[in-house]
């Protein structure tokens, strides 16, 4: 299928050529060592030079005041690390065979098998928590169809092949958007599942609370389950000390109610993951966005 041609753009065509160049040098590296090395560019290079080192320490200090700076840093490197080997590992063509030798676990695994059988819609949620393609990989190995409706990426051309690459290792994507809204809803009429992050800002969200501190707050997960009486189900996969292979699971499903109530279930599982080991998640994106106060007229 012919693609449209991208604008040019001086910047971003630039910025992805370094990235596809980057991940093809990697390539030629053992998995391992792919992934290693990928784990010291992001922690020692990407991330400093991003400012996604210094955000992850402001993020760091807002949600855990009380900790030290080397506690902080701690966290942020593992955050980093994850990020890195996150990336590296959705352009490996290792990634799905070393998944393959994963299995499925958690309350969520039977009602999910299910549901898939009987033609019910699922909708699979979970944060920016490790890979989370890690999970969607293995559930597409298990016979699941899961579509992931994702924003696009402001870089045209990055977001072009990461498409295409995701779509390899885990699945289907659906941008969001008019069209995208009408495949999402044509995917769920018809039984099949999808994937939606709920961690992130939303300008027109609903007020919320995230580790004990204000955010907009996206429902849709609760709202698609309950529009199409689809099962709420989150996901997680943590990463191991080893640094490649993962701990999947399914937790039971959300009870259908007030979205409200549904999406405080689903954030606050959420919560208790990061409570555990903070390191599995992305400090490093945007979750409390602060409203930019406007210049008063002179």
Known sequence: MKQDP???????WAENAALVTAISVLR???YRARLNAMSWIARRILGPLAGYSSRAMENLARIYPDLPASEHRRITDGALDSFGRSVIENYSPEFRDTIARHTLEGDGVAPALEALENGQAIIFSSGHYSNHEATRTALDQAGFDVAAFFRPMKNAYVDRHYRETLAKVSGPLIPQGKAGNVALARHLKKGGQVFLLHDVHLDKGHDFTFLGHPVKQTFSPAELALRYNALLVPYFGTRKPDGISFKLELEAPIPHGAPEDMMRDLVGRLERRI?????????IHRRWKQKRKKKKKA
Do not use: K, N, S, V
């Open 6 to 12: 991208i604008p040019f753009d001086a910047g971003h």
């Open 28 to 30: 030629l590296l053992p």
């Open 275 to 283: 409570e555990q080991d903070p390191t599995q998640w992305h400090w």
